[in-house]
């Protein structure tokens, strides 16, 4: 049985149809429709109905698809234990904040394919929301505040942020002093968030308002810099900004608590060694990074 075609299986399986397992493994429809065919006839039965919508699993193919992703998962594991100490190979594909990504993260992932010239490493830099089971990542890095979930994530540095806006902003609508205050002014927002401030020791809540929204940082600071409402954005994203005078940072009494850079991965008893050895390699980058001064803020 070809480790290749299960491997195949379990990702057409996992997709939910051949075109876009094809997209995962960076291959042709025929190729994977071939592999499939290849283990179906060896099998000597259907693992999944085709449809015009996709391919769907049959009641055989749930029941291998467990034994074949536990049979692909030793298989890497084996290969992991013959190389080389510290070589790597197979693939690691990753999901990656648009906004801080292609900047802070992107030269990290270039090291580690250095360092890994077996390892095909693929990243995809959103800002949207990633499931990662379903579309088919090993792991993803978010910056943030994250939500509750049955995922895994390990922290690998804070992340600190302020509320700020621009000169024309605040010279025509004034800027909030308190949290409650906040409220009363345009909010650039993703999408329907809270945001949290602290008071002292105790932590404050509001739910700004807003007509002006987008999915990722970016955005929101160039709807910031043209004076259209205030934003809380992280310190990554500002600090050249409040430098110039750009923007000013606000409501300096009320900072928000700190949020943070994660690895995530989906939940098991133990990570793939990719994913531990991208964790230590961003963990150091994030060290070094947190001991870099920043340019000084007005």
């Not at 002093?177 to 008071?199: C, I, K, R, Y």
């Not at 050249?240 to 300096?252: D, F, N, P, Q, Y």
Request: charged share 20%; net charge negative.
């Amino acid at each position: 049985m070809d480790i290749e075609e299960l491997e195949t299986f379990v990702e057409v399986a996992d997709a939910g149809g051949i075109s876009r397992a094809a997209t995962r493994l960076g291959t042709s429809k025929s190729i994977v429709s071939r592999r499939l065919a290849r283990l179906e006839a060896e099998l000597g039965v259907q693992l999944m109905a085709r449809t015009t919508r996709g391919a769907a699993l049959t009641e055989a193919g749930a029941t291998f698809r467990d034994y074949a992703a536990r049979i692909c998962a030793e298989a890497e594991s084996a290969r992991d234990a013959i190389l080389p100490s510290g070589e790597l190979c197979g693939r690691l594909r990753i999901a990656a904040p648009l906004t801080l990504g292609p900047i802070h993260f992107a030269p990290i992932l270039a090291e580690m394919a250095r360092r890994h010239p077996q390892l095909h490493v693929q990243t995809n830099y959103t800002d949207r929301f990633v499931d990662l089971i379903a579309e088919g990542y090993d792991c993803a890095i978010r910056v943030g505040y994250l939500p509750d979930s049955n995922m895994i994530a390990r922290c690998i540095g804070p992340i600190f942020g302020q509320l700020v806006a621009s000169p024309v902003y605040i010279k025509a609508h004034g800027a909030p002093e308190t949290p409650d205050e906040v409220v009363s002014h345009q909010a650039l927002m993703q999408g329907n968030e809270s945001w949290s401030f602290m008071d002292g020791d105790t932590m404050v809540t509001v739910r700004p308002q807003g007509t002006f929204k987008a999915d990722n940082g970016t955005a929101l600071l160039a709807a910031a810099l043209a004076g259209i409402g205030i934003a809380w954005l992280p310190d990554w994203v500002t600090h050249e900004h409040l430098a110039s005078g750009a923007l000013v940072a606000i409501m300096t009494d009320y900072p928000p608590p700190p949020a943070g850079a994660y690895v995530v991965r989906p939940p098991g008893q133990h990570p793939a060694r990719k994913i531990r050895v991208l964790t230590e390699l961003l963990l150091e980058y994030c060290d070094q990074a947190a001991h870099i001064p920043e340019s000084p803020q007005s």
